[in-house]
């Protein structure tokens, strides 16, 4: 009996525990299938046993179920019997209603159950867990200045990578940076300065262009959509505007629905192109043509350039997909032009040409130089955030895509990249050794018709991406000084290499550019295939090894012992005991010489041209 009445007084405080009504009431009849779960309700761990605690269901903001708590006899605590309803499989959060306070909980779930028709979820003994958490106040930033100065942060409290912040300040960031999420409140500001990045893991609270600046050279990392910014892309001016070999730049909109006339110069004249291999005339002009786009193509690089002003902006949302982007590529065989393609990147943050899947695409790309007007060869590096960049497709179906979590390709190859230097301007060709599909990256003609170019030829065709063969010892390298004037040629190598011996076919003398830069007086009308690079265990063309070269009105000599100089006629006209590695030639007139170093061990000798 006693038994009896136990049992008894828990079904009535269960009947009998709580009279409030639902704070949220579902409309059944408006969905075809529900969903039976019994849950449980954790806040910070700690299951909860009030009965003034409603849970609501939701898909997006839509209200798909509630339930408050009934006492459960089988096990004596409160368990919630939800009923859910939907029209399709999706996915439903939770929020959590208070009773005793009557206000909708600020406690966060970020629990997600997939809703199953006519499914069912937990029972009394395993109900369904549902769990929220207490929130972590905001971290505040509420002075003027920098991001890492602790007397900007309120009370001092700077903020960790798993902490929301509240901008309530002009915040300035400019170095790496990383948080949870982000707020800006009204009239407030943040700015990602040059080398800045700013990564934020969940939500950017963002609506007013002004409020989110990244300068040229900052970064920042989000994934959430609709986030507003501006982004300040320094511009190059020509000296002239009268000039029209510099002040050209690519550029790209790191934001999906920039305007294209907000990027229109304030200041002065402009001009804004975007390239369609396609057309007639390929550069197709943003002043006369009615069909130039409104907004900039997320992807696609431009073409500009400005008379005075030397900031323009792009204003818009952030791109949100940082880890994947398939750029438009086609090819047409009827058209070499049409392989081309001026690509811009698409994101608020740095890429590298490295995670890019290239299929029949020249493996590498061009950057342009706005101080020279010339075109820069790449195989590797980044693409900055508001930069664009050239690409050529090699055959049918070319494709090109970003993949963020591709494994680089700099291991697969070696390179070495021969800059030439001169009146202020410089020009590469890079040699590539492996296998590729196709020979590489043609030269394309400079915007700088003056700039000295160096390249390598084959069938015809010249290269500023030349692929060949990982055995090949010699490469015949052309050069055209376009006027006549004092030039250098230099390295940068990839992989390991014994020697890179330029030899020049003009004067006979070579050089290892692993060592030195190699200087040389140029005409316009010398022959172009006037170098070559040998590469391996080649030797310098002298009997006892390279160790004098000219620099300026100088020899740079490379030995101990007494230096001589004699000329072709066998007159010693140098003769220097105590050099300290330099002797002065202003007064040697531009002719061959041998340049003999003699010590107590040996006698080197070597022929120079002096130029």
Known sequence: MKKFFVTLGIIMIAKFAHCADNYWKVNPSAYEFNM???????????????????????????????????????????????????????????????????????????????????????????????????PTPAITFTGDGSWSESSNWLN???????DD???????????????????????????????????????????????????????????NENVAATFKKNIVNPSLWSNPVSGWQFISSPMIDAATECFVSTEGDYDLYKFDGEEDLQWINYKNHNDFEDTFTSGIGYIASYEKQDVATFQGTLNNETEYFDFGISYNSNNEWANFYLLGNPFSFDIDWELMDAYRIEDGFATLDANTGAYIYNVEGYIKVGEGFLVCASRKNAALEYIASAKSRSADYEYINIIASGKGTSDNVIVRFGENESIGFPKIENINPDVANVYVKNDNIRYGIFNCDAELKEIPLCFDAKEMGKYTINVNVSGEFDNVILVDRMTGIETNLLIEDYTFTSRSNDDKERFILKLGNSQQSTDNGHFAYQSGEELIIDAEGIIQIVDMMGRTVITEENHDGIINICGLKKSTYIVRCVNENEVKTQKIVVL
Do not use: W
Not at 57 to 79: T, W
Not at 184 to 203: C, F, M, P, Y
């Open 156 to 162: 001092s409290i700077m903020p960790t990578e798993d």
């Open 36 to 134: 039976n779960v019994t849950a449980s309700v954790y806040i910070d761990d700690v299951e909860q046993q009030d009965a003034n605690l409603e849970i609501g269901v939701f898909y997006g903001e839509e209200l798909r179920g509630s339930a408050l708590p009934r006492l459960s006899p089988l096990v004596s605590k409160y368990i919630y019997d939800l009923t859910i309803y939907s029209d399709e499989t999706c996915e439903l959060s939770f929020k959590l209603y208070d009773h005793n306070t009557n206000t909708v909980s600020d406690l966060v779930c970020e629990q997600i159950l997939t809703f199953d028709a006519n499914g069912t979820e937990g029972n009394a003994f395993n109900p369904y867990v549902i769990n929220f958490v207490t």
């Open 165 to 223: 912040v509240v901008i309530d300040g002009t915040a300035i960031i400019s170095d790496e940076i990383s948080i949870n999420s982000l707020i800006i409140n009204e009239g407030k500001s943040l700015t990602i300065q040059d080398d800045g990045v700013l990564t934020v893991v969940g939500a950017i609270d963002n609506t007013d262009y002004d409020a989110l600046i990244i300068e040229d050279g900052g970064q920042i990392i989000q994934r």
